[in-house]
Each structure stands twice: as structure tokens, then as C-alpha cells.
């Protein structure tokens, strides 16, 4: 199986601590050494990185953890190939355009005898399942609205489809359109939200404590998403199987 890891903030935020802790789990503290990829939305652009190669000994991978990038949603992807071979075509994050908008996607689980009937523009590149389930996603909402809708529509609807995916095997995901992060567990998740007063941290795979009171404002406020707790001492909340979750601003909607 594949992790992720996203972020969602009210402010402009770099993802340098948690993705330090989260690259080792790509073929150093754990086996998802099959390619890996993290986008950043900023404003309407995406900035995204991928890379067929394991998280931990990328070197664009150590390039990012020395430059690191500020935005308020960033989706991360290690993987671990099961459906599609190693390639960079089928390296999560995943993006299409949407209403004037770049969506990214990313998948962790296996979708069995997962074909749906794509008849839009939306077609995968890739051979992966989790590709072609988002595919069938952003044709359902392009069917299912004609412009863009407020996120409590889009959420409805996600609602609505995210189910009939998750029928099929495993059905975690990460989707953001830059303005919200949805989350849908089926098996496995957790999310926190760090915020006033910043309390400091120690991540799980890497000996590296950071006093977020010192590099951080009043202001700030970060929701964080990932499949196994980064931290070892802070208090993650686990996703219900089949619970799906909007973050705006840093927090969770709802």
C-alpha cells in the first residue's frame, strides 16, 4: 500500500517538517519505495514534483527539504506499486483541470476489476486504478454541476460518489481544488491541526524536534492529513472507515 500526506492552512505554509518524516517512509523506514510526488497549489498554478525513484534517496526529494515551498494546500504521495508499473506516469499526485481549476489527487489502496466507463475529456495517462478513479470523479462532478460550486455542494456530491468507488477495494484519497482538502478514509487515516499556542513536535522516522511557538505567528493554523501519525508526541484524531472530511482554513469543516 501507498501513503499520503497532505496539508491544508490558513496561511501560506511550508510542508518542510512533515515531509522530512514522511520521504523516509519511501523506501527507509518503510517499503513504499516505488516513486513518490507532492504538489503545491499557489493562487491558481500547482507546482508539482515527481519522481519514479524511492522518497528517501531522491535527490530532487533532498532538493525540496532545502527549499522548501509555501502554500496552503499540498498534497504528498509515496508509493508503493500494486496496479501499474513503476513509471512516471502513473506517480501520485495526479492533475486535471476542472471549471478553470488544476485538481490534484492522490490514492492509497488497490481497486479491484476497477473499470469505470470514462466518455469525457477525462481519460488516464497511466495504467493505475487510482488514476482511473479520478477520472471517473471529476467527470461526475462536471456532470453533476455546471460551474463551480461552493465547497458544501462539492461536498455533498462527494459524498455521494466516494462510495460507490470504495466498493471496490480500498478507497483512501487526498483531493483539493486549492481552495479545500478532502479527505476519504476506508481504512486508514489520521489528522490533526496544529494552531495558537504552538506546542513543539518530534517526528516518528527521523530525529528532528521542531518548537513551532519559535517559527510561527498567532495567525497561522495548519491541518494536517497522513496515513500513520508523523509524530510521535503529538494527539492524532483516526478517520471512521468511510468518513470523508473537507479542510478549509486549517481546520475541518463540520
Known amino acids: 500500500m501507498c501513503q ?31 516513486g513518490w510526488g507532492i504538489a503545491f497549489f499557489e493562487g491558481k498554478g500547482v507546482r508539482l514534483f515527481l519522481d519514479h525513484d524511492s522518497a528517501a534517496h531522491s535527490p ?24 501499474g508499473h513503476v513509471g512516471l506516469e502513473n506517480t501520485h499526485p495526479f492533475t486535471r483541470e476542472l471549471w478553470g481549476r488544476h485538481w490534484v489527487f492522490a490514492h492509497n ?11 469525457s475529456h477525462f481519460r488516464p ?9 479520478f477520472c471517473w470523479l471529476m467527470q461526475e462532478l462536471s456532470k453533476s454541476h455546471a460551474d463551480l460550486p461552493s465547497v458544501g455542494e462539492l461536498t455533498l456530491t462527494l ?23 478532502w479527505a476519504h478514509c476506508s481504512t486508514k487515516l489520521h489528522w490533526l491541526v496544529r494552531q495558537h499556542p504552538f506546542r ?30 508523523l509524530t510521535r508526541d503529538e ?3 483516526p478517520f471512521a472507515p468511510g468518513e470523508l472530511k473537507v479542510f478549509v482554513d486549517g481546520q475541518p469543516l463540520g
Open 235 to 237: 494527539a492524532w484524531t
Open 125 to 133: 495517462i497511466g495504467t493505475t486504478d487510482s488514476e482511473r478513479a
Open 159 to 181: 459524498r455521494e460518489l466516494m462510495p460507490r468507488i470504495s466498493r471496490f477495494g480500498t478507497f483512501n484519497c487526498l483531493l483539493s481544488n486549492g481552495e479545500a482538502l
Open 4 to 34: 499520503l500526506l497532505g496539508l491544508n492552512c490558513a496561511t501560506p505554509t511550508d510542508a518542510n517538517f512533515s515531509f522530512t518524516g514522511f520521504r523516509q517512509r519511501g523506501g527507509n523506514t518503510d517499503h513504499h519505495a516505488d
Open 200 to 229: 513543539s513536535a518530534t517526528l516518528m522516522d527521523q530525529d528532528w524536534t521542531v518548537d513551532f511557538s519559535q517559527v510561527t505567528q498567532p495567525g497561522d493554523r495548519a491541518a494536517i492529513i497522513v496515513t500513520t501519525p
Open 109 to 119: 489502496g488497490d481497486l479491484k476489476d476497477y473499470h469505470p466507463h470514462l466518455h
Open 60 to 83: 530532487m526529494a533532498g532538493f525540496l527539504e532545502r527549499y522548501p515551498l509555501k502554500s496552503r494546500n499540498i498534497i504528498a504521495h509515496v508509493r508503493k506499486a500494486t496496479i
